[in-house]
C-alpha cells in the first residue's frame, strides 16, 4: 500500500520541542518534494514548511521560521519536522504531503492541490500548560 504515515506527535507545554517524523511506505519518496501541513479547528489547513527532493530548497511560512526545522533522510525514506519553541498557536492536527512536479513554494501555498500525489492521515499535537 502506498501511503504517507505521521508519527511523533503529543502534547508539550509552551516552549517546549517536538519532532515530527513523515515516512513513505510502499513507494520511494526521492524524487518527491514533502511538505507538512496543518489544521486548527476551524481554520483551513496551511502549509508550514516544505522541503524538496534533493534537500536543496526548503520554505517556512513566516510564523514558524527560526522555529521549526525540515528534513529529510533518503536512506529511510522518511521527512523529519523539528519543532521548537512551540506556541499555543501551533496546536493542530499536522500533516504530511508528497508531490513529485511541484515546487516548494508552491506545494507550500497550496496552488494546486490536486498536484498532490499523497497524503498522510495526520498527527494531533497540542501545545498546551
Known amino acids: 500500500q502506498l501511503q504517507l504515515v505521521e508519527s511523533g506527535g503529543g502534547l508539550v507545554q509552551p516552549g517546549g520541542s517536538l519532532r515530527l517524523s513523515c515516512a513513505a511506505s510502499g513507494f520511494s519518496s526521492d524524487y518527491y518534494a514533502i511538505g507538512w501541513f496543518r489544521q486548527a479547528p476551524g481554520k483551513e489547513r496551511e502549509g508550514v514548511s516544505c522541503?524538496?527532493?534533493?534537500?536543496?530548497?526548503?520554505y517556512y511560512v513566516d510564523s514558524v521560521k527560526g522555529r521549526f526545522t525540515i528534513s529529510r533522510d533518503n536512506a529511510k525514506n522518511t521527512v523529519y519536522l523539528q519543532m521548537n519553541s512551540l506556541k499555543s498557536e501551533d496546536t493542530a492536527v499536522y500533516y504530511c504531503?508528497?508531490?513529485?512536479?511541484?515546487?516548494?513554494?508552491?506545494?507550500?501555498?497550496?496552488?494546486?492541490?490536486?498536484?498532490?500525489?499523497?497524503w498522510g492521515q495526520g498527527t494531533q499535537v497540542t501545545v498546551s500548560s
Open positions: 522541503i524538496s527532493s534533493s534537500a536543496g530548497s526548503t
Open positions: 504531503a508528497a508531490t513529485l512536479f511541484m515546487t516548494v513554494q508552491d506545494m507550500c501555498v497550496m496552488r494546486n492541490q490536486g498536484r498532490f500525489d499523497y
